[in-house]
């Protein structure tokens, strides 16, 4: 629930005198904030100086108005607003401030002489806005006035902090979605009279406040847009929001009258060097890390050694956002701020050349995440690229843009396989493929290997048809070319199409033949370790169960002394498998659980379901037939973002069917679809915390049953399959990237 905006409380020693001060009055209603305000309020309790800083155009002077207005009884000797923009001259730092005081001095004393003896000894809050361009001297100044004045306390706002002794920091962010709209509204509804949210129009003003990223100036533009435009053609528009957004009110600020303008005058505000970076910095998409900004936009101007105290500038300015993420801290551009850097950088004449810089980037960093894939370090290369997806997108978007340069798309595309298959990105990554096989060019090892990878995804997708035409191009065209892992990779993906397919004889063939050409070539990663899962799969359908649990315990070992986790799952789904055939529920549901845990780190969605749909044959075998509709259930809403359920095939489907089978009998019709139906209702994760949180006979593992349900007796058998004697394993090839011009 939204809090009220009230004045904050007064501290027990303050003085009960009237409050003087020279606080605006409010034109319009102050709109959402009210965390933000309460945690500034509290700040100031604590600190003597607080600087209040953001980007521009996101509300900074409007809210520490709004504080001060808020906290005005804490000061018997009031509080006082001095607006410093449009001061550019240093000398006039101390007139500026007595004027907004109401100070008057005939003397011939200096005026800091003056202004400092006016603030000792009174308790009053300083408010000071505006002060980028004259950061020292204010900062010097400030650090007086708090020497000498101890009930003096200072609330700043700026780009970037004053630097001095004691100050707290405060990042302002843009608004959240629904303070955003909230405000939007509000202004338009008073340039608008009548206008009001509502179904019709209620996702487009969200979009809207959306791709102006909650900043306060630019959402007030654009409602100020709605005398002659629908919020429709606004939206539309956007492409060129600086031309756009324009009109500000003729009572603002200068700065403050245009989107443009706003932005400009922190471009002012910047050296040289800073206005250079700010410019390379509008390649990037999304976040990005120092070690691209320091490979990228170095160069003429910026020397690779001085780009961090540059960056850390516009950091103090405001100007770049600091994030800190899964893969450590990240830097981001507000697409406002983006654009009107890309401006600057197509006036440079040096767009292309960094455009290609940042291409060249990330398909080296795509193929260091693909050999980091087969490691210890398997998450954390998901995670980078997870973070690094629309970077990657502008790479392949780059490419595409010269035929001469197709086949780094293609590269790109193809080298991201395990995001698109093991990290639950399969739609986006046939989207991909299919577009960058659309351009013609020589069949080349990056060409082969986006076709082969397109017959991975299809394959995976349920799509045999598309599965088929690609991975027959790329094993023809790789014989012609000579390219042997292209072949090795077609022959192999045929050989999984034909488990999906319910010809497990024709696959083990042909997943034999691909495992016999990858140790011809010394190939070694998760690729060749899913080529042996699969073939146990297809073993374990023609009831070689023994045979089956041989081959993936030994993927299972090899997993374990590379610290590879994905492949890791599906053998453990097969070990499942061939255990539940055998009579080994509980040694079944250790290893599934395990699966479960591990496909569901990576966004997963295929091993997840497939554990889903195993671990509830599991639960009725164990006795547990309500639980094991439940996640029936959870399996079926699961499907249809992962495509054909169980593939269309009888042998993945047998399981399933088997399950279901029990449960009807054991339950009933009724009481069947009652469970399922409940369980269609989970999301991914509460049906994952579901199914590893319950115990078939016993407590809960870890935590209890997501929904309440009472807690089953009994405990799981930790052991493994049987050991076995393992080949040596070949070597890890390492690819690198293609030659970069």
């Not at 109401?102 to 003056?114: A, E, N, Q, V």
């Not at 006035?145 to 700026?158: I, K, M, T, Y």
């Not at 319950?694 to 009994?714: F, K, L, N, S």
């Amino acid at each position: 629930m939204r809090r009220s905006q009230r004045p904050l409380p007064a501290p027990e020693d303050a003085e009960p005198r009237s409050v003087r001060g020279n606080l605006p009055a409010e034109l319009n209603t102050f709109v959402g904030r009210d965390e933000e305000l309460a945690e500034v309020g509290a700040l100031l309790g604590q600190y003597r100086l607080v600087t209040v800083a953001g980007v521009a155009g996101v509300g900074k002077t409007r809210f520490v108005s709004r504080i001060a207005a808020l906290m005005e009884k804490r000061y018997c000797d009031g509080v006082w607003i001095a607006e410093l923009s449009a001061v550019h001259d240093a000398g006039l730092l101390e007139h500026t401030l007595a004027g907004a005081m109401g100070l008057t001095d005939h003397t011939s004393r200096p005026p800091r002489t003056m202004l400092l003896e006016h603030c000792a000894g009174r308790r009053f809050l300083l408010v000071i806005d505006g002060f980028e361009h004259l950061t020292d001297d204010c900062a010097t100044l400030v650090r007086e006035l708090l020497r000498v004045a101890p009930g003096l306390q200072v609330l700043a706002a700026g780009r970037r902090p004053l630097r001095v002794d004691g100050e707290l920091t405060y990042p302002l962010a843009p608004m959240t979605d629904g303070d955003a709209v909230e405000l939007f509204a509000r202004r338009a509804a008073s340039v608008r009279p009548g206008f009001a949210l509502g179904d019709g129009n209620r996702e487009t003003v969200r979009e809207l406040c959306r791709r102006l990223d909650g900043i306060p100036l630019a959402l007030e533009l654009a409602a100020g847009r709605l005398r002659a435009l629908t919020v429709e053609q606004v939206l539309q528009r956007l492409d060129d929001r600086f031309r756009l957004l324009t009109g500000g009110s003729p009572s603002a600020l200068p700065r403050h009258q245009t989107l443009r303008t706003a932005i400009g005058w922190s471009h002012e505000l910047c050296a040289p060097e800073q206005r250079l970076l700010w410019a390379r910095l509008s390649v990037f998409a999304g976040q990005f890390d120092l070690e691209a900004v320091e490979y990228i936009c170095s160069g003429p101007g910026l020397p690779a050694d001085s780009v961090l105290d540059v960056l850390d500038e516009l950091l103090a300015q405001s100007v770049v956002l600091r994030e800190d993420s899964a893969v450590g801290c990240r830097y981001r551009l507000l697409d406002t701020v983006r654009e009107y850097g890309a401006d600057w950088l197509r006036a440079t004449g040096d767009a292309e050349r960094l455009r290609r810089r940042h291409r060249d980037w990330y398909l080296g960093l795509a193929t260091w995440c693909e050999l980091d894939w087969f490691s210890p370090r398997q998450a954390e290369a998901a995670a980078r690229i997870d973070s690094e997806l629309p970077n990657l997108r502008r790479a392949m978007e780059c490419s595409m843009e010269s035929p001469d340069e197709v086949h780094l798309a293609q590269y790109l595309a193809g080298t991201l396989w395990f995001y698109w298959a093991g990290c639950g990105r399969l739609s986006e990554g046939r989207h991909w493929l299919d577009h960058v096989l659309e351009e013609d060019s020589p069949y080349d090892h990056s060409r082969l290997k986006a076709l082969w990878v397109l017959g991975y995804v299809a394959v995976l997708q349920g799509d045999a048809v598309g599965a088929v035409s690609a991975l027959q191009e790329c094993r023809e065209e790789g014989e012609r070319a000579g390219d042997a892992s292209a072949v090795a990779y077609a022959v192999h993906r045929t050989g999984c199409l034909s488990i999906v397919t319910d010809d497990p004889v024709r696959a083990e063939e042909l997943l034999r033949e691909a495992l016999g050409r990858y140790r011809e070539i010394g190939e070694l990663n998760s690729n060749v370790l899913m080529a042996q899962v699969e073939l146990g799969m297809a073993v374990a359908f023609r009831g070689d169960l023994d045979g089956a649990a041989e081959i993936c315990t030994e993927v299972r070992e090899i997993c374990e002394d590379h610290g590879e986790r994905w492949a890791m799952a599906y053998a453990l789904y097969v070990l499942a498998y061939a255990a539940l055939q055998s009579g080994r529920s509980e040694r079944a549901r250790q290893m599934l659980g395990e699966a479960l845990s591990i496909a569901h780190a990576f966004h997963d969605l295929l091993g997840t379901v497939l554990s889903l749909e195993l671990l509830a044959l599991v639960t009725v075998v164990e006795g547990d037939a309500a639980e094991a509709a439940l996640l029936q259930g959870a399996a079926d809403r699961i499907w249809p973002s992962v495509g054909l359920p169980l593939f269309g095939s009888v042998h993945y489907g047998r399981p399933r069917a088997e399950c279901e089978e029990r449960a009807r009998a054991e339950l009933g019709d009724a009481c069947y679809e009652a469970e399922r139906l409940t369980g269609s209702r989970l999301d991914t994760r509460a049906a994952v915390t579901r199914a590893l949180g319950v115990r078939t006979h016993g407590g809960p593992a870890g935590g209890g049953p997501a929904d309440g349900r009472p807690a089953r007796e009994g405990a799981r058998d930790g052991g493994a399959a049987g050991e076995t004697r393992r080949p040596a394993a070949s070597r890890t090839t390492g690819r690198g990237g293609p030659e970069l011009g």
